[in-house]
C-alpha cells in the first residue's frame, strides 16, 4: 500500500473512531439523557463519519487499487491525491468547528468550497488512472 | 474472500434493503401517518444506511483486501472480527428495536435499549480500528 493510502486510510480510521464516539454519546444521550448539550454534537458527527470516514477511506483504497501505469512513476501525477488529502482534512475542520460552536455560516461555506476543491484535485488525479487493460 | 467477509457483505446488503424499506417507509409515514406511535424512522433509515450497509460493506472488503499483518495470523485477530461483526449488527438491531418499543411498549426500557445499542456500536468500531490499524502499512 503507498503512502497515500495509508495516510488516507488510517486517517479515515481515527475519523470513524471519532465519530462512532460522537454517535454513542449522541444516542446514549437520547436514551438516557444526562448532558442536553451533547445534541450540538450531532452535525460534527455526521460531517466527521460522512466526509472523515467514508470519503477519505473511499480516496485512500481508489489511490492504492486503481489502475498503474507500466512506466515510472505508476500512479501517474501525485499532486492531485495529496492536495486532495490536505485539502480534504482542512476542510472537515472548517465546516465542524463553525458547526459545533455556531460561527457564521460564512466558515461553513468556506469549508464547504475547501472540501469541493479536494474532491476536484483528486478527480484531476484519479481521471487519468480510470482506464481499461487497452489504455 | 474469507468466511467473516462474506458474513460482513451479505449482512450488508441485507441492510441495504432494509434501508430502503424503511426510506418507503419514512416517506409513506410522511404523507399518510400510517405507522401508528411515534416511531422515528428517519434515524433508522440514516443508521441503517451508514452502518448496516457502508461501513459494513468496509469492514467486509477491508477485512479481506487489506495487507495481511503477518504469516501466522494474516487478518491478526480472527476473533476480533468476529467480534466486530457481532457487536456492530448487535447494535444496530437495538436501535431499531428501541425506536419500537419506545414507541409500543415502554418508553424507559426503549431508552435503556438505545443507550446498550450505542455502546456495542462503539465498541463495534474501537474493535475494527484496533484490529485494521497494524494491517494499514506500506511494503
Known amino acids: 500500500m503507498p503512502a497515500l493510502s495509508v495516510w488516507f486510510v488510517r486517517t479515515a480510521l481515527f475519523y470513524l473512531l471519532l465519530g462512532f464516539t460522537f454517535g454513542g454519546l449522541l444516542l446514549s444521550n437520547k436514551g438516557v439523557p444526562y448532558a442536553p448539550a451533547l445534541w450540538r454534537l450531532r452535525s460534527l458527527h455526521i460531517e466527521i463519519l460522512m466526509v472523515g470516514w467514508f470519503i477519505q477511506f473511499a480516496m485512500g483504497v481508489a489511490f492504492w487499487i486503481f489502475p498503474r501505469w507500466w512506466h515510472e512513476p505508476r500512479r501517474g501525477d501525485e499532486r492531485g491525491a495529496y492536495l486532495a488529502y490536505g485539502l480534504l482534512n482542512l476542510g472537515i475542520w472548517a465546516v465542524a468547528l463553525p458547526l459545533l460552536f455556531d460561527w457564521s455560516g460564512v466558515f461553513v461555506t468556506i469549508g464547504r468550497v475547501v472540501e469541493a476543491a479536494a474532491a476536484l484535485a483528486f478527480a484531476t488525479h484519479i481521471w487519468p488512472r480510470t482506464v481499461g487493460r487497452e489504455g | ?139
Open chain 2, 1 to 139: 474472500m474469507p468466511p467473516l467477509s462474506r458474513w460482513f457483505i451479505k449482512s450488508s446488503f441485507v441492510y441495504l434493503v432494509a434501508t430502503f424499506v424503511s426510506g418507503v417507509l419514512a416517506v409513506v409515514d410522511a404523507a399518510w401517518d400510517v405507522i401508528p406511535g411515534a416511531v422515528q424512522v428517519t434515524p433508522v433509515y440514516y443508521h441503517l444506511f451508514m452502518l448496516g450497509w457502508v461501513s459494513q460493506l468496509i469492514f467486509g472488503v477491508g477485512n479481506w483486501m487489506f495487507p495481511v499483518y503477518s504469516r501466522e495470523a494474516p487478518r491478526r485477530s480472527e476473533r476480533l472480527g468476529w467480534a466486530v461483526y457481532g457487536l456492530l449488527n448487535g447494535g444496530l438491531e437495538l436501535l431499531v428495536l428501541a425506536e419500537v418499543v419506545r414507541a409500543f411498549a415502554a418508553e424507559q426500557a426503549g431508552h435503556w435499549l438505545q443507550a446498550v445499542g450505542a455502546l456495542l456500536l462503539w465498541l463495534a468500531g474501537t474493535a475494527f480500528v484496533a484490529n485494521t490499524w497494524g494491517r494499514i502499512r506500506g511494503k
